[in-house]
């Protein structure tokens, strides 16, 4: 049988530390769009999905996802593994998931393809990658199935709100395939995802010496100027990746 697959993206307008920031411009485009473009590249993917919360400010995600002709699901603000497989099973009928964040602008296309491909071969319940990448270029792919079976069997708030630690923390339970990154990817120091000004400072002198309308950021670029322009790492080096419990 063949498996639906799609990209669900976690989006909320209400970030603690730049509120609004899934819609911020970088070069011109909301950061979300760039997400978007970035996601319709990705061989095998079937379908995008934005998972926002059912707050009043995500209103504004809602109306955006409409103008631009993507589906938006609305579900819970704090419990995103129900969200989750609330958008997969009961609005799209998604068999494997393709887990993006919205504040993740650079996240690595050909690596999520693979990893795609990978799972569907493998009947994998979860495939991430071995080794640590850049933060905002992790992604990884799960089986709605056996998100369903982490939900009933756990109550953790991390595993809630983090979607798969369950399953990753579980290999005995559910089949964990581990693939290695590209080299240019594994150890880089870079820190790509949006979540503080700083942050978005960094992605914007990105975008802007390499966006070119109509086309998405190689990663792989990216990483190659960032390593040519030591110092634009400092702009963001000193802020500290939020933890679960934050």
């Known amino acids: 049988m063949n498996k639906k697959t799609s ?25 979300l769009l760039h ?10 993917l079937e379908g995008i999905i934005i998972a926002t919360t059912d707050r009043k400010e995500d209103d504004g995600t809602e109306e955006f996802c409409r103008a631009q002709g993507i589906k938006c699901f609305r579900g819970d603000s704090e419990d995103v593994l129900k969200r989750f497989i609330d958008a997969a099973a009961e609005a799209f009928g998604v068999d494997v998931i393709a887990r993006i964040c919205a504040d993740n602008p650079l996240f690595d296309v050909p690596f999520l393809a693979r990893m ?18 850049p933060i905002g270029s992790t992604q990884e792919v799960a089986s709605f199935e056996a998100l369903k079976r982490a939900s009933l069997e756990t109550n953790d708030p991390k595993c809630r709100e983090h979607v798969t630690p369950y399953l990753k923390e579980n290999p005995d339970r559910f089949k964990n395939l581990v693939l290695e990154p590209p080299d240019y990817l594994a150890g880089h120091p870079a820190r790509l ?45 000193a802020v500290r990746q939020k933890g679960w419990k934050e």
């Open 7 to 31: 990209a669900i993206v976690q989006a909320r307008m209400n970030s603690e530390r730049l509120a609004g920031k899934i819609l911020a411009p970088i070069s011109g485009v909301p950061l």
């Open 35 to 44: 997400v978007i473009e970035r996601l319709k590249k990705v061989h095998g």
């Open 193 to 237: 995802t949006v979540d503080t000004a700083a942050d978005l400072e960094l992605a914007r002198k990105i975008y802007e010496r390499l966006y070119k309308p109509g086309s998405i950021v190689d990663l792989k670029d990216a990483l190659a100027l960032l390593d040519s322009n030591p110092d634009w790492m400092k702009i963001n080096s």
């Open 116 to 133: 795609l491909e990978e799972h569907l071969k493998s009947g994998a319940d979860v495939t991430y990658s071995s080794a640590s990448v």
